[in-house]
């Protein structure tokens, strides 16, 4: 099987989520995408605005009716921060022979990816799918590359992709610009302004029934 590996704090998840994984699920013939909540993100000095069963949930009727989608607790079941090497390290042990691990992740995030934890040690463990970032083009060249990553990676000509000396390799897909921001959401819901066609009525209606969102930190 082809696994797209989906990680973020979806606070809470969209249709700039949705549509992303559907995107990369089809141009790379993946079998399932697996959308994973990130319960204590690494990254982030704040906390996330909604509690962590609740991104949860959130997720899980966002994705309901997709059979393409899938959602793990590996995150949310483990302590402490929820780094991506660990997470990688738990399918790289689950899967079978046959199958195949599709690591998806923004632009931004790629770029800070020298920050990670043992990010080196993720390249030989899947392929990476970096998606477009509205209003930027995605650095295509080696040179446009973090620091971090261009020494790992060579361009295989004949392939027309960059290929990790471990045989994984690195892709760039162009997603459609939809330009939704989970912090823009949470600005909207602060001001009791309408959130209506931003994420899934599923969601919408989860986020008034528990009041999450209202204030700053709400929802805990």
Not at 33 to 42: D, G, H, K, Q, T
Not at 47 to 57: G, N, V
């Amino acid at each position: 099987m082809k696994i797209g590996l989906f990680g973020g704090t979806f606070d809470p998840i969209h249709w700039g989520h949705l549509r992303s994984a559907e995107e990369v699920r089809e141009a790379f013939r993946l079998d399932r995408v697996l959308f994973i909540p990130a319960a204590i993100p690494p990254h982030r000095i704040a906390r996330p605005a909604a509690a962590a069963r609740h991104r949860l949930e959130m997720v899980r009727r966002a994705i309901a009716k997709n059979p393409g989608f899938g959602l793990s607790t590996v995150e949310m079941s483990r302590p402490g921060k929820s780094y991506s090497i660990d997470t990688l390290r738990h399918f790289t042990r689950r899967r079978s022979p046959k199958d195949t691990l599709y690591f998806i992740l923004g632009l931004d995030a790629f770029r800070e990816i020298g920050s990670w934890k043992d990010f080196r040690s993720i390249f030989p463990l899947c392929h990476l799918v970096v998606t477009s970032r509205a209003g930027c083009a995605e650095p295509m060249s080696l040179e446009g590359m973090p620091v971090a990553v261009r020494r790992w990676f060579c361009y295989d000509r004949e392939k027309k992709v960059y290929r990790h000396e471990s045989g994984t390799y690195l892709y760039f897909i162009r997603i459609t610009d939809i330009g939704i921001s989970a912090s823009g959401i949470r600005r909207l819901l602060r001001g009791k302004k309408s959130i209506r066609y931003l994420v899934p009525l599923e969601v919408a209606t989860y986020i008034k029934r528990r009041g999450l969102y209202q204030q700053r930190r709400g929802g805990q």
